[in-house]
């Protein structure tokens, strides 16, 4: 089935760049942006949705190569300079199989998988029930809310992991008074960044949801009030 304009002239071309760079087809390339959670093609249909379909999957192609390249730049990199004679304390060597620290790292591990399986999760049950009381429209605001939240969200996992690194020095060196004091300023960081994103949400609502659905009033409506009411939870999910 042609995916595009001009579908037959152009996929030969389209698939020896995605062969090349290890994506066997253009539906792989969709699959690795639904993988890692990019839907490419319904930012481009949301934003302007009387364009082309042969943009929207060029930002589907592009999305998936990105994807790709920065996995093998992030692994290659490190492994040339490790390979080569450095200074640095940390080299590749000959490692043993340590059930002991291994069970440990699973288990440090585990409240992360947790998170992870519950999310996906509550997202199916949402998306169920969703379109059972809701229908389409139902599901496509929930995808939008999610889509924007990220934009907030990200502000509580960079301070989580830009201060993962001093609160593990601490906790190594034994350095009590300064893990407390570390903790008392994330609690009063987190407040104030709930209350602030908070306020945002519910006063850029109708701003972020008219990006992605602002050609369908129904839907856009829909999308403006659920985020209005989902920001709510930016009050806790510091702390959480």
């Known amino acids: 089935m042609a995916l595009f304009e001009s579908y037959e002239r152009r996929i030969n071309n389209i698939n020896a760049v995605l062969n090349a760079n290890g994506i066997a087809s253009i539906e792989e390339a969709k699959a690795i942006c639904d993988e890692k959670g990019v839907d490419a093609y319904g930012i481009v249909k949301g934003i302007q949705p009387i364009c082309f379909e042969n943009a929207a999957w060029a930002y589907v192609v592009g999305a998936a190569l990105a994807t790709g390249i920065s996995q093998f730049v992030g692994g290659l990199i490190p492994l040339i300079y490790f390979l080569r004679e450095n200074n640095s304390e940390l080299k590749l060597v000959t490692s043993k199989l340590n059930f002991r620290v291994l069970g440990k790292t699973c288990f440090n591990g585990s409240s992360e998988l947790m998170t992870n399986l519950s999310l996906s999760l509550v997202n199916m049950l949402y998306n169920l029930q969703l379109m059972e009381y809701a229908g389409e429209n139902g599901v496509a ?15 509580f996992i960079g301070y989580s992991i830009g201060s ?20 008392k300023k994330s609690i009063k960081f987190n407040v104030f960044a709930g209350v602030l994103m908070c306020v945002s949400a519910i006063m850029l609502s109708g701003v972020l949801a008219g990006i992605f659905v602002g050609y ?5 409506e829909m999308t403006k009030k659920g985020f209005a009411i989902y920001s709510i939870s930016f009050l806790v999910m510091g702390l959480n």
């Open 216 to 220: 369908d009033a129904e839907l856009f």
């Open 164 to 183: 993962a690194p001093i609160i593990g020095y601490n906790y190594g060196a034994g350095n009590g008074v300064e893990m407390k004091n570390v903790f």
């Open 141 to 155: 605001a929930y995808g939008v809310i999610m889509y924007i939240n990220f934009i907030f969200v990200a502000v």
